[in-house]
């Protein structure tokens, strides 16, 4: 079974800064996605990036940027140009690439999640 | 607005009682799931659809039950049996396509408190 963790329960950052969450995961599969996703204290989750494995360019959106080291099992999240509305818990997640007709294509595994601050 | 609609967003329940939390999604989705969350643990699958009239269990599905009568809803019945129930409970939705392109858009969620 796959296994997503994030070490980092909370993190802090100031306004305008670059910050990095971390996550690493588990698999021996070859073929998988991984996300972040944004919990804000309405508590709707909200997709921020996501990465194919197959791809070896690291996905972009915006402020938002990943750092995808497959042999390292290593997907770390960088948020620059930090906002208040930035703060949240940020889960990464990952899901694999099989077939949807074997029951598992969609499924979500979630680490435990990342708080992060911002401050003035 | 297309979207996932979970109601009620807060329950209270006495113990030994069965409750249903409704999930509603018109973005024309083949694939419904519940989550659990509780603080420190991430989010859990509790059971999953990805087709109307089937269902599968999720990696916490004891003391849960769903139905999928209806492409549009995933109504999640906890009953008395799950030992601990105090939780918030998140639905989502996606598409269910060979692509991969299958990113899950969540409902606002229901927090549930057991008395």
């Known amino acids: 079974a796959q296994t997503v963790t994030q070490s980092q329960p909370e993190m802090s950052v100031q306004e305008a800064e670059t910050v990095t969450l971390s996550c690493t995961y588990d698999?021996?599969?070859?073929?998988?996605?991984l996300f972040w996703y944004k919990q804000p204290p309405s508590r709707q989750m909200i997709l921020v990036i996501r990465q194919e494995a197959y791809k070896q360019q690291n996905a972009t959106e915006n402020r938002f940027s990943v750092n995808f080291q497959k042999a390292a099992k290593s997907f770390s999240l960088k948020i620059s140009d930090s906002q208040l509305g930035d703060a949240a818990m940020y889960f990464c997640?990952?899901?694999?690439?099989?077939?949807?007709?074997?029951?598992?294509?969609?499924?979500?595994?979630f680490g435990t999640g990342t708080r992060l601050q911002v401050t003035l | 607005d297309g979207g996932i609609t979970q109601s009620p967003k807060y329950l209270f329940r006495k113990e030994g009682q069965n409750v249903t939390l409704s999930c509603e999604q018109n973005?024309?989705?083949?694939?419904m799931y519940w989550y659990r969350q509780d603080p420190g643990q991430g989010l859990r699958l509790i059971y999953y659809s990805q087709i109307v009239n089937d269902f599968q269990k999720g990696d916490i599905a004891e003391g849960y039950s769903v139905s999928r009568e209806k492409k549009e809803s995933f109504p999640l019945t906890v009953t008395s049996a799950q030992k601990n129930p105090t939780a918030f409970y998140l639905c989502?939705?996606?598409?269910?396509?060979?692509?991969?392109?299958?990113?899950?858009?969540f409902g606002a969620g229901s927090r549930l408190t057991v008395l």
């Open positions: 698999t021996s599969e070859s073929d998988y996605y």
């Open positions: 997640a990952y899901r694999s690439a099989t077939r949807p007709n074997t029951g598992t294509a969609s499924k979500l595994t």
């Open positions: 989502a939705s996606s598409t269910v396509s060979w692509s991969g392109a299958n990113v899950l858009t």
């Open positions: 973005l024309n989705h083949d694939a």
